[in-house]
């Protein structure tokens, strides 16, 4: 059964730094990556780091860990989670992957062929987006210390124009790039055994081929991702750093009927739980709709919206227009409600 | 009692992205850190990323998972550990220090006092340095699913002249720039309550401080730092893959004559097990005296000495000259003896 310690899985010596790691490296872990370098010193070399060659721009560091239970749940994985969550950092901050770096914590009987099949889902969207893996390391706890992966991953990009979560104006649209929630809420929908009855899956995807012509395009004030604490720790952070208001007009914000459902069934709410393949974006008023075709041209945001504006007023709150009239702030959350959400 | 976990610890709304994250980060954890930025966007803007302004010269990155047991040890601690070893192997590498990022990974009821003990030591380390923390991560596990704390330290830095370990030439010496194996002795003997009779500490310490002044003198052609799977690793991973052999001396290995009776007791070998603080170079002959003199300049470097040489013969293989006349193979570890040893 997939996920079961194995008395033939990964042991204390493959992360001991001695001849059976450096086997193990060789055959089972790199040849699982195609892109190995950014410069003359990679992965292939093993050597104590890498030399990344970088091309023009402002270099753009992100780091995240990764912890989701369970490792694999319906639409994805902790390793495609990992690059997704790190490279789509990068991509709202304006900055194209680069290079990447990954960090493997292992509890001793985790089966190889779970981790190859984490490893895989890592590789493959790097694959996709053309990014190297140029560093890792890897580290066996006992078992019963740790609960079978965690994953740290760090990724380098490049920026010709940073962006902030920060930067919104009065007057800026706000979009979001797809459904919202939907993370959060395939992962609840499978810890508590409702997956067949909703089909919900995560979201988790790599932003950066959905994000770079629409940087290109111009008009984009601020962007963030909504991963933990969701929509509405976003755009809380978002306007409390611009010291700016936020009203957002609910019935625009795109939810799949599947997490409404789960989300009224559970009564956890869809705007504070984790997207991992979204992003909010603040948008100059008269770039908004350009933005929002460019964005609905690609299969990832076909769902895109408008959802609100930057007003003046409320400054460092957002508000809710819930329709007929009503009005509610949308509150930070105090934390997202899932545990262990990413 | 330090270490154990505590209801009035970390929880899990700690590590869950919404406002009692963000208060910890900014009220605990910044202002711990001395330097919070290398360029427009740091730590304190908790941004998606960091932009970091990058001096002339090749960027190197490294990355180091950190899981030693017990997470204070005699000498340090795991936030020194975690810092050190980063900043160490981005040194090796010839490469100065520019920033770091950590990502932390904690059990719910991790106490506050140790977290700050912790990071306090990783703080300053990087104060010491002169090195920001840029960007971090958080996550919390449930009780059980995590043996208290590991961390994850990715290093950028800039070198002048990369050096690689794959660099050595025949004739290079081989220089330890310490005692070998110290970290490991004292973490084993801390285990095995050894503490109090050896009064051993481990190495941990960064090297960039010793190595600086080397590196701009010249004549380095490879250097390694020693960890996990101790000198007869690193020896063995430079002769292969530079294709040489590598003759030492036994007698020149600097040894603490703790770290001896205790490998003596427990039968594991000084050379098989983890520095923090030492590293390994190669050198062309005739820089070796003078390169020995500027190490053993430096307060880290005291104990330094010139324990080989690059030889001809036995091409991938480490020759142990043992005294009166023996000689015989110092093998690559099947890995380091000592578990969760970084």
Redesign the interface.
Known sequence: MTGRLSDEGVT???????????KFLAERVLPLFQLRSA???GLD??????????PPG??????????VKPFLFPGGDIGRLAVCGTV???A??G?RPV?L?????LEEGFPFSDLERVLRSAAGVLAELGVPL?????????R????RI?I?T????V?ER?I???GLRVGDAILVTGTVGDHGMALLAAREGFKLATGLTSDVAPLWPLLAPVLASGGITAM??P???GLA?ALN?MAR?AGVGIEIHEEAIPLRPEARALSELLGISSL?V?CEGRAVLAVVPDRAEAVLSLLRDHPLGRDSQIIGEVIPTYPGRVILDTGIGGRRFLE?????PV???C
């Open positions: 204390a010596l493959h992360g001991a730094g001695g001849e059976l790691m450096g410069g003359p010193i070399q093993l050597d104590d780091g890498a030399v990344v060659d970088l402002h270099l753009v560091v992100t780091t995240d860990n990764h912890v789509n950092d990068l709202v901050m900055a290079a770096t990954l960090g493997l914590l140029v560093a890792g390391d890897t580290k066996v706890m006992g019963g210390e740790l609960d965690a740290n760090t990724g380098i990009g920026a940073v902030s979560d920060a963030k991702d991963t933990r604490g720790a952070e750093k504070e984790a930070m959350p105090l934390g997202d545990p262990r959400i």
